[in-house]
């Protein structure tokens, strides 16, 4: 497709259970960025990528959140051990280059129980 | 800390009339701001940006305005219609920064 594919839509976990979110950047896009949107709130920055390479993981809330995009395409953000507060839509965006015109996926929904 | 702001939660302007949503920050160090469009279940869509170094971005019916010295930016869509109706986001980054950052939004409903 021509733009970011965020799978699944929605995920329902149990509170404890890994989770595994993945995202399909518009082919050719050098950087991208997950995203954390919670109810009522803006996104916030998780994490970037240029290529391989993961240039800023600052926004990362704590260890249990990790992100790989081990060929410097498709990227997956995992969570550990969910807890109730890692409720939120995941948003992947790609770019061609840095911040100028980001495209974002739909998101994945992800509830914790 | 929120350091961009947007204290209009929702927004209700009628079909042809000028829509003003507005957004204030905080961090001076911000010198790119852009705004972006938000549809139910869909992702934020790239609407317009300004740099620090202009005052004034235009792009048909959306114009963004930039005050830096009250650091606020509104953003101007005439005339409105109603497929404008949609959550915007103002956001803003500093600098060689990787991540912008975005205000809570404003629910703008465009109504006929």
């Known amino acids: 497709g021509a733009g970011v594919s965020q799978s699944p839509r929605y995920k329902v976990a149990k509170r404890g259970q890994d989770v595994a979110l993945r995202c399909d950047p518009i082919s050719g896009h050098v950087s991208l960025f997950w995203y954390q949107q919670a109810l009522g709130q803006g996104p916030e920055f998780l994490t970037y990528f240029q290529n391989e390479a993961q240039l800023d993981k600052s926004g990362l809330p704590s260890d249990r959140f990790f992100a790989e995009r081990p060929e410097g395409s498709v990227s997956t953000l995992k969570i550990q051990r969910t807890q109730q507060e890692d409720s939120a839509v995941y948003l992947c965006?790609?770019?061609?280059?840095?911040?100028?015109?980001?495209?974002f996926g739909s998101g994945t929904q992800l509830s914790v129980l | 800390d929120q350091q961009v702001k947007q204290n209009s939660p929702s927004l209700s302007v009628q079909e042809g009339r000028i829509s003003i949503l507005n957004c204030d920050y905080t961090?001076?160090?911000?010198?790119?701001f852009l705004w972006y469009k938000k549809y139910p279940a869909e992702g934020p869509t790239f609407l317009i940006s300004i740099s620090s170094i202009k005052d004034k971005n235009e792009d048909g019916r959306f114009t963004v305005f930039l005050n830096k010295s009250a650091k606020h930016l509104s953003l101007h869509i005439v005339p409105s219609q109603p497929g404008d109706s949609a959550v915007y986001f103002c956001?803003?980054?500093?600098?060689?920064?990787?991540?912008?950052?975005f205000g809570t939004g404003t629910r703008l409903q465009v109504t006929l």
């Open positions: 961090n001076s160090m911000f010198d790119y």
């Open positions: 965006a790609s770019s061609l280059n840095g911040l100028e015109k980001l495209f």
């Open positions: 956001a803003a980054t500093a600098g060689t920064a990787s991540k912008l950052t």
